[in-house]
Nanobody
């Protein structure tokens, strides 16, 4: 499985960005695709997850109501719409995948290269 992430950039507080993650090489239609982020000096954290089996989505508390993960618009692809961005959202964002009918809590097996999101005040 290979993952190609794109869409990072720099915005001011309150702005929006949309990240894309295109996956390839999946062996079935069942997978979990998620976004994780790592800010400078901090541990990596889960941001949002899409499970293809039941279409379930999940979010970190810190982004609920501001971020939306979309796994339906394109097969093997997820988008992360980020609105009302805050400086604390500044981080390198990584797309990750796990094959099978799982959610992201089971751990991810494949990781894409990160894309930097910078939110200035």
């Amino acid at each position: 499985v290979q993952l190609q992430a794109s869409g990072g950039g720099s915005v001011r507080t309150g702005g929006s960005l949309r990240l894309s993650c295109a996956g390839s090489g999946f062996s079935s239609d069942y997978y979990a695709l998620g976004w994780f982020r790592q800010a400078p000096g901090k541990e990596r954290e889960g941001v949002a997850c899409f499970s293809s089996g039941d279409g379930d989505t999940s979010y970190a508390e810190s982004v609920k109501g501001r971020f939306t993960i979309d796994g339906y618009s394109a097969k093997n692809t997820v988008y992360l719409q980020m609105n009302s961005l805050k400086p604390e959202d500044t981080a390198v964002y990584y797309c990750a995948a796990r094959e099978g009918d799982y959610d992201c809590s089971y751990g991810m097996d494949y990781w894409g290269k990160g894309t930097l999101v910078t939110v200035s005040s």
